[in-house]
């Protein structure tokens, strides 16, 4: 890709965080003062301003994910000292709650293995 950030009209700069920010494409486009037609266009013509709002998107999602992140230890703690606590129902739904995450993880985890094996397989046919 040639394009890069400084290919960007100051429009097209000026709009990228409010399409970061805003809930749809309509709204971002009313706060920065510029045609959701154009915008449009942009995104599906312009390279550069696709990843320039792909870069930024990934940098937001990021920053939060590392905020969830910080706080995991503290959830499983929480989660680990409902087990012994003293309504029948909390201690319930606390180990349902483990139980159902414990799961996600192991298919997350097979369905990473299975990609790997697939990728590995693709490698091999092209080489």
Same mark, same amino acid.
């Given at each position: @890709?040639?394009?890069?950030?400084?290919?960007?009209?100051?429009?097209?700069?000026?709009?990228?965080?409010?399409?970061?920010?805003?809930?749809?494409?309509?709204?971002?486009?009313?706060?920065? !003062?510029?045609?959701?037609?154009?915008?449009?266009?942009?995104?599906?013509?312009?390279?550069? *301003?696709?990843?320039?709002?792909?870069?930024?998107?990934?940098?937001?999602?990021?920053?939060? *994910?590392?905020?969830?992140?910080?706080?995991?230890?503290?959830?499983?703690?929480?989660?680990?000292?409902?087990?012994?606590?003293?309504?029948?129902?909390?201690?319930?739904?606390?180990?349902?709650?483990?139980?159902?995450?414990? @799961?996600?993880?192991?298919?997350?985890?097979?369905?990473?293995?299975?990609?790997?094996?697939?990728?590995? @397989?693709?490698?091999? !046919?092209?080489?």
């Amino acid at each position: @890709m040639s394009e890069n950030v400084t290919d960007l009209t100051d429009n097209q700069r000026r709009v990228i965080p409010f399409l970061v920010h805003s809930a749809t494409v309509a709204d971002a486009c009313r706060k920065a !003062k510029v045609a959701p037609k154009t915008v449009y266009l942009w995104l599906h013509e312009c390279d550069a *301003f696709r990843e320039e709002l792909r870069r930024r998107r990934n940098a937001v999602a990021d920053a939060a *994910f590392d905020g969830l992140k910080a706080r995991i230890e503290e959830a499983v703690l929480t989660l680990g000292a409902l087990l012994h606590g003293e309504r029948d129902s909390i201690r319930r739904a606390a180990a349902k709650d483990i139980l159902e995450l414990a @799961m996600r993880i192991k298919e997350v985890q097979e369905l990473e293995e299975r990609i790997q094996r697939l990728e590995s @397989m693709q490698e091999v !046919k092209r080489a």
